[in-house]
């Protein structure tokens, strides 16, 4: 702060004390405005947080930048208010800040050749050649496996064509104004995304180095797959069928091929999920493998250990776990596409697997013609087990695996990655109640004894899951399908991953347990059955049904909470391994030093910069300090300014009032204490009115505060009546500002009432409570309820709520604040009083109802 600002503000302090309340009041507005828009960026990133709006990365990074603007201008307002109190203050936001932005950045690409290497050098660099690439490179590296060759075009290639092309910004731009909750405008900013990779310039020299390693790759120019390997693909975030490959690719064209894999990246279903896990869309850039294509005789999934057996299995195999093979004739994209059924089989997995069921003959259809002879002879599925488990020796757990037999009878090995969904990675697969009985073998588990619906073929993923049927038949019907929803589909193609944070279960007349879908679906616990002839007759639309993810069963109606198995138990577990796996987890980390309150107590000693520790805690402190600002410059002896007066109530609060201009009749000038009746402040008097309205329930409840909480942290060093426990009031004759103690909780009201009704308004915030987090929300539903029906516009999330009226006539405003006053009245406990969602409904009409009988419902 330059010498000259900190003369100016001692010599108003000395000669012209009400120009400087002045400048400290229009400071102090400033404060609070900032105040305001600091708590909605740190609600928004807690809402981000806590899975309840799910966005892209580059919108969390864009909020912190918010926040940092607004928490810098608000303490420059109490910079402006006191600049010899906070010089200091700077330095400890400067780092905050940079603590905060180092969680939330990415790093920067790598931008460096080589462009293009060899599948050999992919082992060591999974940076640069991506997930799948990489654990290919380790096979061939580390056993005798068969593996076809390959060359990998890296991640640095990717970064390469979009620095080239100018495009990171274009894309953070539109990927900040995603939300999966909004699915057109997911589905229009995705092909905003493919059409500017599709359409934007290979560099030179990249085309040259993937046209020289195609040709290479393809002396006698023969197709090739150009494959995704997207860094933290086929890791414990599998990005399983979110990616496109691309088969049959002359040569020639595999600079159009990579473009098209690059372009895949924004596809919806594959933004939905990276946006599911917390990753950004610059630390998952797109690597590639060139391949021969193989002239496949068939071609299939290996579960090393399958996450979901089938029941009918022998018990003894299924404690040890068994191994599945499934297969499809031809190239395998229609097995993992989810457009065809599989041949499916299940070995023991001992040294000398056993198999325990072959393949069965399966219905050939118009749209896939299915062999009824099976696809592999017994050798074939014990060398494909053998194979497996040296791939789970290599990578140490059981694998996903994708495999080709060629014409010649010879298996190459394209794919391994970690199995979705397993023990292994977190997940106590759940013990859904059959027709065996529950968990622990006695008795039925609860939803067993609902009617039964339909029962699929084939279960592709356990799990219990309750929700309201909604029929899809085609891919472009799932785009609206509400939170909660069990889908009745046709099959299991890969979009579905776009809204499976909306889903509850899954029900496919079609598809496989071996498409990518239904590794997804293991992925985040979601329950999913085929199998069934017509599940648009079975199961109505409409109707409330429960899945059986392991049964394969669909029942009507919903069990009884607490009742047999949680039906959201294994999605709880999934949903908590993705915080492990993920970048949630940064996200976790970051929001220490964004929404972590560790300055509690504004009157302790330790409520001082220096035990700042977040962004909440400078806001905290600025606010509090604020506050104290205004009433410590009346508190040194006034100088012929208004005074800061104790009020004199029955309402068993403390509170002070500072008077700005006019907000109290010149009859209490005099006074050392002043009650209501000295109100000439028109907001102030409407809303005190309200408060207490209602003397009875004041009388039968302890004091505003909780005393003896405060007392035993300040071990007794605070008077009951301390200013700084106290409520407070800054008016004028048409403005005030409350900030209301109740215990825990803060109640926040900034309005102007006046007789010009284009600038009338209220501002109101509440936040906090004594109670758990469960009867916080409930007291916010019924102030929500409330509200709403009073004409206000609400925001809640979480705990915070913030509701505005207004522009409106001065009548209306006086009226509002009074029912204001009222409401805050009689939900001062409630969060310690309320049971359910249903009493806090009932309590808001109750209070309605007064209201329209007392004629203060009408407007």
Known sequence: MAIGELFRHWTYQVFAPGTLLRRKYNAFRELLRHDSRSLELIAELEDIHYGNEKVDWSR????????????????????????????????????????????????????????????????????????????????????????????????????????????????????????????????????????????????????????????????????????????????????????????????????????????????????????????????????????????????????????????????????????????????????????????????????????????????????????????????????????GRELENLFGEPQDVEWVLDTAGRIFIVQSRPVPGGTEHGIVPEQTAGAEGGPDGTAPASHESLPLLAEGSEPVSAGVGSGTARHAAICCEIGDMPQGTVLVTTTLGPSLTRIIDRLEAVVAQTGSRACHFASVAREFGLPVVTGIADPFSAIPDGTMVTVDGATGRVHAGKPPQGNGTHPRARRKAAAAVRERHGGMRRLARAMQHIAGLNLTDPASSDFAPENCRSMHDLVRFAHERGVAEMFSLVGRGGRGLGGAKKLRTDVPMIMYVLNIEDGLFPTAAGKEEIGPDDFRSTPMWA?????????????????????????????????????????????????????????????????????????????????????????????????????????????????????????????????????????LAETRLLDVRLGDADEAEAMADDFLSRLDTAGEGAP
């Not at 990074?61 to 203050?89: I, T």
């Not at 004028?732 to 409350?738: E, F, N, R, V």
């Open 60 to 387: 969390v990074v864009e909020l912190a930048d918010q926040l940092d603007d607004a928490v810098r201008a608000m303490l420059g307002q109490l910079m402006e208010m006191n600049p010899a109190r906070y010089m200091g203050l700077a330095d400890y936001c400067n780092k905050i800040a940079f603590y905060m932005r180092m969680a939330v950045s990415v790093p920067e690409p790598d931008l460096a050749p080589p462009y293009v290497i060899p599948l050999a050098e992919a082992h060591q660099r999974p940076d640069r050649a991506g997930g799948k690439a990489a654990r290919l490179a380790a096979v061939r590296s580390q056993s005798m496996l068969p593996v076809p060759d390959a060359t990998v075009v890296t991640a640095a290639a990717y970064h390469y064509f979009i620095e080239h092309n100018e495009l990171r910004e274009p894309i953070d731009a539109r990927l900040r104004r995603l939300r999966l909750s909004r699915p057109d405008e997911l589905a229009a900013i995705s092909e905003e995304l493919r059409a500017m990779v599709l359409e934007a310039e290979l560099p030179p020299r990249l085309e040259e180095d993937i046209l020289t390693a195609a040709y290479a790759m393809s002396p006698q120019r023969t197709p090739l797959a150009v494959r995704s390997s997207a860094v933290a693909e086929d890791g414990p975030v599998s990005f399983a069928g979110q990616y496109a490959s691309v088969l049959g690719v002359e040569p020639g064209h595999a600079g159009m091929a990579w473009k098209r894999v690059v372009a895949s990246k924004y596809q919806p279903r594959a933004l939905s999920y990276r946006i599911l896990h917390g990753l950004a869309d610059a630390e998952t850039p797109m690597a590639a493998l060139l391949m021969p294509m193989l002239d496949a005789a068939c071609a299939g999934v290996i579960y090393t250990r399958d996450p979901d057996p089938p029941r009918r299995l022998p018990a003894e195999e299924l404690v040890e776990g068994v191994t599945a093979v499934h297969a499809v004739a031809g190239t395998g994209d229609v097995l993992v596409s989810g457009d065809t059924p599989a041949q499916s089989a299940w070995l023991s997995r001992r040294p000398r697997s056993r198999i325990l069921e072959r393949p069965e003959a399966v219905a050939a259809t118009l749209a896939q013609p299915v062999p009824t002879t099976p696809l592999l002879t017994t050798e074939d599925m014990k060398r494909l087990a053998r194979y």
């Open 687 to 823: 809303l005190w009115f309200g408060l207490s309205a209602a003397r009875e329930l004041w009388a039968n409840m302890p004091p505003a505060a909780d005393w003896n909480e405060l007392d035993r942290i300040s071990a007794g060093i605070f008077r009951r009546d301390a200013p700084q426990l106290a409520s407070y009031a800054v008016i004028s004759a048409h403005y005030a500002h409350l900030m209301m103690r109740f215990g825990y909780h803060f109640a926040l009201v900034d309005t102007l009432c006046s007789p010009e009704d284009r600038t009338n308004y209220i501002q109101f915030r509440f936040k906090g409570g004594g109670a758990a987090a469960e009867g916080r929300e409930l007291r916010i539903r019924v102030l929500e309820r409330v509200l709403a029906r009073q004409g206000f516009a609400v925001k809640t999330r979480g705990d915070l709520l913030d509701a505005r009226h207004g522009p409106d006539a001065e009548a209306v405003i006086q009226k509002r604040l009074a029912m204001l006053g009222m409401l």
